[in-house]
């Protein structure tokens, strides 16, 4: 738990303010009880607003959320009720120096319009405040969500499609690659003779939809290794499929992270100058068609997309991805 939490949570008691029902909550150190709590609010509210949707078995969303990258900086509240059921849960996370991720904030139906939404938003907050960040960034999937947004003085930003794949895999749809490029896979670390072209591909995610407000992603060797330890850590089998230049070089590339019996695409990105040359749906066929060879029991892949990047979700629409819900992604202030 970041040391902000604890200082703020005392003053927070001492004040009389509306958060002093919210307690820092460890995420590498809290109880199965409270760990199943946390997991029904979650999938409750998911199954409710996008019952289309996949989500995470209990295990992974707990493997999820406490074992992340040494450079990532998380912190989570909780507020129990009179029994001591966790009746509210929000965790945060920064993963660059100015901008903190909700990447989760639930209340339980019956302990709604009492001030704990609020009260969460006050604690990420102050985190985001201590840790000199200037936006808070979330999504949202409900109207009710939006509205919540709105009278906390946020505002509305880019909108995701969600969609999902179940196998089998249409094989007329494998999309062979220009002369110039082939086909490489692996899972795990990436090969250290790919590593400094991969962190290049990895940044052309950049050239993807975004608000303004939001900092690009920074990729390093350094960043490469730790995402690569984090997965191993949570279980996460992680799978690139790459379109790789008569040079060795990455041209693009396809991250899949596969749990049990479900799999989630990361990001596939492709560099400026080999794009509109089908190298996209090469590597995700490939991709695909790697997974249901080799993992025959993971039945769902999902992915994300911004809503106004047409060439994606064309590409993913052809290999056979459903639509599953529209999130909102929203900023708020930091104060």
């Not at 209990?58 to 507020?79: F, G, I, M, Q, T």
């Not at 965790?91 to 302990?111: G, R």
């Not at 795990?188 to 303004?212: K, W, Y």
Request: aromatic fraction near 6%.
């Amino acid at each position: 738990m970041a040391e902000w939490g604890r200082r703020t949570y005392a003053a927070l008691m001492s004040s009389g303010s509306a958060a002093t029902a919210m307690s820092p909550f460890d995420l590498t150190a809290g109880t199965d009880a409270d760990w199943a709590q946390i997991y029904r609010l979650y999938a409750g509210h998911r199954l409710r607003a996008a019952p289309a949707e996949a989500i995470s078995a209990e295990p992974d969303y707990r493997s999820k959320l406490s074992h992340l990258p040494p450079s990532a900086r998380p912190a989570a509240w909780v507020h129990r009720g009179p029994s001591g059921e966790i009746a509210a849960f929000a965790w945060a996370v920064i993963h660059s120096a100015s901008t903190v991720w909700i990447s989760d904030l639930v209340v339980a139906p019956e302990h709604r319009r009492q001030g704990h939404g609020r009260a969460l938003i006050t604690n990420i907050q102050g985190y985001a405040e201590s840790s000199g960040c200037r936006s808070i960034a979330g999504s949202v999937l409900t109207d009710a969500g939006r509205a919540f947004v709105a009278a906390l003085g946020g505002r509305e930003s880019n909108r995701s499609r969600r969609s999902v794949w179940h196998p089998p895999l249409d094989p007329t749809l494998r999309r062979d690659l220009p002369d110039g490029y082939h086909l490489r896979s692996w899972i795990g670390p990436t090969p250290e003779e790919l590593l400094d072209s991969f962190v290049l591909a990895r940044e052309a995610i950049n050239d993807a939809p975004r608000d303004s407000d939001i900092d690009s992603e920074v990729w390093t060797a350094q960043r490469v290794r730790e995402v690569e330890r984090a997965a191993a850590d949570r279980g996460i089998e992680l799978r690139i499929s790459a379109a790789v230049t008569s040079d060795g070089t990455v041209a693009g590339f396809t991250d899949l992270r596969v749990t049990r019996t479900q799999a989630h695409v990361d990001d596939t990105a492709v560099l400026a100058a080999h794009r509109n040359r089908g190298l996209a749906q090469a590597v995700k066929y490939e991709s695909l068609r790697l997974l249901a060879e080799e993992r025959p029991e993971v039945t769902t892949v999902s992915t994300s997309n911004d809503t106004t990047n047409a060439a994606m979700i064309a590409v993913n629409t052809k290999l056979g991805f459903t639509e599953t819900a529209v999130w909102t992604h929203v900023l708020l202030p930091v104060r």
